[in-house]
């Protein structure tokens, strides 16, 4: 295939925008998605995508919902190109107390962050196996292989994802599909950090927080190992953080 597509479900203005850029500059065709009422700004970053050379295209969709996923992928292969690579970037971070945790958002950010992860790698599946190539990463967090208080939900959903993508590696790999799981461990340079964490925030003229700019570069080095010594989890956290 000369022509690829970059899928990116959870595209905004931190690490899913920086991998949408980082495959972007190589040449692929960016699919950027995020619900409908972010559309707008989604739209903005796929104008700054193409200011700098890149290609993207901003589909407003839901990745809770299964109509809706599988119309994006069929959308995809059929106006812009075959999917080369899907990242699944959804987080869903939420803190409440057990007693104060509720049913409807304990489902919400499972279905956020684990069960859009599941309908996003059967559709990726769908494509990519009959042409026995392509990848597959999920963004995973350090809640991804241990809960903490208040993180019933998160961890839960995080844990999920994790064990959901082991089972893709280990059915898909040996069918020409690299599936990776990237665990981030440790705030991000993100706006919602700057506001809720300013003295972590203040450690990034240290490099004590992860820039979206490199979490990318790893998610490229990812696609872009040999099959003989593919990767399928890795982990990222800054030189200051804690573990």
């Known amino acids: 295939m000369n022509k690829q597509s970059c899928l990116v479900i ?15 500059r190589e040449g692929f065709e960016t699919c950027i998605v995020r619900r409908a009422r972010h559309l707008e700004d989604l739209e903005k970053l796929a104008d700054s995508i193409a200011e700098d050379g890149g290609s993207a295209h901003a589909f407003g969709v839901d990745a809770r919902e299964e109509e809706e996923m599988i119309d994006l992928f069929a959308k995809i292969e059929k106006d812009v190109a075959p999917l080369g690579v899907v990242v699944f970037n959804i987080g869903g971070n939420v803190n409440f107390p057990i007693t104060e945790m509720t049913s409807r958002v304990y489902r919400k950010v499972w279905e956020m962050s684990c069960f859009a992860g599941f309908l996003t790698g059967r559709e990726a599946a769908k494509v990519m196996l009959p042409r026995g190539q392509g990848t597959m990463i999920f963004t995973g967090a350090t809640a991804s292989v241990r809960g903490g208080p208040g993180y019933s939900a998160f961890a839960g959903a995080k ?24 665990i981030i461990d440790g705030a991000i340079d993100t706006a919602f950090i700057a506001e809720r964490f300013p003295d972590r925030y203040a450690m990034k003229d240290q490099d004590g927080i992860l820039r979206p700019s490199e979490i990318a570069e790893n998610y490229w080095h990812l696609h872009s190992q040999q099959r003989s010594a593919w990767t399928f989890e890795l982990d990222l956290r800054p030189w200051l953080e804690k573990w």
């Open 10 to 24: 959870g595209a905004g203005d931190a690490t899913g925008g920086a991998i949408a850029r980082r495959f972007a």
């Open 159 to 182: 844990h999920g994802l994790r064990a959901l993508a082991q089972s893709l590696a280990r059915e898909l790999g040996p069918q020409g599909i690299h599936v990776a799981h990237a």
